[in-house]
């Protein structure tokens, strides 16, 4: 795959083409599953016991092994593969779900890991019955169908374009079941999991189950209309990437062909107007011969995507007091591990405090604006043409780190498909095509990460540095256009900008509100001297910001709609108790109601043992990060993995206690004061902010219960 490939259509190569918008489902497709016997016999086989088709003409069909051993006694499984392929072969497309996954050897930790999928159990029962295999394997050890596209619809719905930027994180985990709970909110058959296919009591059950599970694959990719194919045909048609390539890869394979096709043409222009041994000329084809570096076996491509102008409530990593840490912070740090180590965007060190009549400004696609105004591009940094050209300096104030230029005398081959996209996707918005702008959207977005990615052909750290770096400059210069109005920036980050009026004031009356003539003329200015848009995005009425990422607002119009982001109170794998506690506070505080005394009641009843279903709302869950044997120090994951025999991505249940464990499984022996501690935590920084002392006023003279024991 990151070879160039040299193509010759021409969809989109010509930089004035317009996207083809007509988008029909052109595909018919087919969602299959296998079942195979569990444990493997005296021979170490598994044979197939069943297979499912559902496809989008609406087709069911399920195979028993049953169906056969009448007929074929000991040839049953022959007769079955044979099926299976008779039926697979009258479709181009072929969807699964974890179909193209595979066991392989860790070095390293000396031992197996992953488990082999639907193709490679396909490949190898066809082997073992003299069938000739239709299963081939890339150099990575991943399988694919021979002669058809076949997708992992787990790997296409695991992808952050999809996961993120269409379902907003709805699910967590990359189950089946809860992926098509998330979604659909339908899961899998009578609750089975796939082990238990084996004993399920009767033929129909077994039927109605391995049907269920190409069914569901089905319903999720038929989900609204079928928006993740469609939008995977629209970004196909935007690349001119093969449909199967577009769902099984990742964007910087895409921005790969994009580029490709860009800078081919550009050479043939070139060679055609005898400029073979111009600069330019073998500057590009440096660039169109290089191989992407080499990826490590048996790492699959790893998404970069940036979300700026999306509104996902993120959760915070994990900064679990007893050195927990969820599987999700640990794949975020072995993510960044494979990127380039650059400064980021600016975040603003906030003043800390409650503020009023907070206006929110955000900058519509920061990082794709600022490649499109200061032409950075592989082709343009550090140009041959325009080193001694002191206007081509990027001003010391941007970046001091190095020396840089950027070329004046020629568009980026980037920031031209940067403008074309950006353009491509206002008009395509007009014209209410909903999907091509979402895709169009996916490739801008993406566009600024690939740079800083190592195994992107066109990997190139300074253009990464300068987006970020001239990112970072233009809020800071929208601080100073917003001072020079007479505005207050209280916070910012990356994009966005929180803005008062006057200074911290003690009385109400004095709030100060900024008029809507204050609010355009900032807009006007930061579109005049910066060449922005800035977006007024919301008003909140009040808004407590207590430290960089930890803010919650509440909006200014009748809804009273909150807005909360970072503290440690809201994330879900909290305990229910100090969940509920933080929510009355929130709510509290809402209404302009003193929250101490709710605070205060909630403590008392837990030391009163006053709760309700104490089992369910002081059970701490907490998914394990990693194999028990990983883990360097002797943490609660560690420990309670060892005592139950868990590994990575599985979740543990227990509640907190002063014994030597630090847990227990029984809710009786959990330890108030643990809670009371976590509770605590949780709230400090609002109700200190409110001007309560936290020690003092809430948690202060009472008796923790496990100090009498
Ligand atoms: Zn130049």
Not at 118 to 146: C, E, H, Q
Not at 269 to 296: C, E, F, M, T, W
Not at 494 to 503: A, E, R, V, W, Y
Request: charged share 30%.
């Amino acid at each position: 795959m990151p070879e160039a490939q040299i193509s010759t259509h021409s969809s989109h190569s010509s930089h004035s083409q317009t996207i083809n918008k007509q988008i029909t489902l052109p595909l018919t497709f087919i969602c299959f599953d296998f079942e195979w016997q569990i444990l493997p016999d005296a021979k170490g086989n598994q044979p197939f016991r069943a297979a499912s088709f559902v496809d989008s003409n609406g087709l069911k069909k399920v195979f028993l092994i049953q169906d056969y051993e009448k007929t074929f006694g000991i040839k049953a499984e022959y007769a079955l593969l044979l099926e299976i392929l008779n039926f697979l072969a009258k479709y181009e497309y072929s969807f699964g779900w974890y179909s193209k996954g595979f066991e392989s050897y860790n070095d390293q930790k000396k031992r197996i890991e992953g488990k082999n999928s639907d193709l490679v159990m396909l490949d190898k029962r066809l082997k073992a019955n003299g069938i000739s295999s239709i299963v081939g394997f890339n150099r990575f050890g991943t399988p694919y169908i021979k002669g058809a596209s076949h997708i992992d619809a787990m790997k296409l719905y695991e992808k952050p374009m999809v996961k993120v930027s269409i379902y907003k994180n709805k699910y967590t985990g990359m189950g089946l079941d809860m992926v098509s709970q998330a979604i659909i909110g339908k899961g899998k058959y009578k609750g089975f999991s796939g082990k238990d296919f084996d004993s399920l009591p009767t033929l129909e059950d077994k039927r109605n189950y391995v049907l269920e599970d190409s069914q569901l694959v089905f319903d999720i990719l038929q989900h609204n209309d079928y928006e993740i194919i469609k939008l995977m045909l629209s970004i196909t048609n935007l690349t001119g990437v093969s449909f199967e390539t577009v769902c099984n890869s990742g964007v910087s394979t895409l921005w790969t062909r994009i580029l490709d096709d860009i800078i081919l043409k550009e050479l043939e222009r070139l060679a055609s107007i005898a400029q073979i041994n111009s600069p330019r000329y073998l500057l590009l084809k440096k660039y169109y011969d290089r191989k992407a570096y080499q990826k490590p076996v048996f790492q699959e491509e790893n998404e970069v995507y940036q979300l700026l102008d999306d509104n996902v409530i993120e959760e915070e990593e994990n900064e679990d007091d007893n050195s927990f840490s969820s599987s999700s912070s640990e794949e975020k740090q072995q993510q960044k591990e494979k990127h380039i180590k650059f400064e980021g965007g600016k975040v603003i060190e906030p003043i800390r405090g409650e503020h009023r009549n907070v206006i929110v400004f955000d900058v519509a696609s920061l990082y794709p604006k600022m490649v499109i105004n200061y032409n950075i591009s592989f082709d343009t940094v550090l140009c041959d043409c325009c080193k001694d050209n002191l206007l081509a300096r990027v001003p010391k104030e941007v970046v001091h780190v190095k020396d840089y230029w950027i070329c004046k005398r020629q568009q980026g081959i980037f920031t031209e498909r940067m403008l074309h996209f950006t353009n491509e996707r206002l008009k395509q918005k007009k014209l209410g095509n909903e999907i091509d702008s979402q895709g169009l959207k996916i490739l801008i977005n993406a566009g600024y990460g690939v740079f800083g990615y190592e195994y992107f052909k066109y990997f190139n750290q300074d253009v990464a540095i300068l987006i970020a770096a001239y990112g970072r400059y233009t809020l800071t210069k929208m601080i100073e256009l917003a001072e020079s109005q007479g505005l207050k920036v209280i916070y910012g980050d990356t994009d966005s900008l929180f803005i008062i009026k006057g200074n911290n004031v003690e009385k109400k009356e004095d709030y100060l509100q900024i008029t809507d003539k204050e609010i355009e003329q900032f807009k006007s200015k930061c579109a005049q001297i910066l060449n922005i848009e800035a977006k007024h995005k919301r008003t909140f009425d009040k808004a407590i910001i207590a430290k960089k990422k930890h803010y919650l607002g509440i909006l200014e119009d009748k809804t009273k709609q909150l807005v909360i982001k970072g503290f440690e109170g809201i994330k879900s794998d909290r305990v229910k108790w100090v969940r509920n506690a933080f929510a009355q506070v929130i709510e509290d505080y809402k209404n302009g109601f003193n929250p101490i005394p709710k605070l205060k009641q909630a403590i008392s009843d837990l030391e009163q043992w006053n709760i309700k279903e104490p089992k369910k709302i002081l059970l701490k869950t907490t998914k394990i990060g990693k194999d028990p044997e990983d883990y360097e120090n002797n943490c609660i994951s560690k420990r309670i993995g060892v005592e139950l025999g868990l590994r990575r991505g599985d979740i543990a249940s227990y509640y907190l206690a002063d014994n030597e464990k630090g847990y227990t499984f029984d809710v009786n022996e959990c330890s108030i004061s643990q809670y009371k501690k976590m509770l605590s935590s949780a709230v400090k920084d609002i109700v200190e902010i409110l001007g309560y002392d936290v020690e003092h006023d809430i948690f202060s003279g009472t008796t923790y219960l496990s100090d009498l024991l």
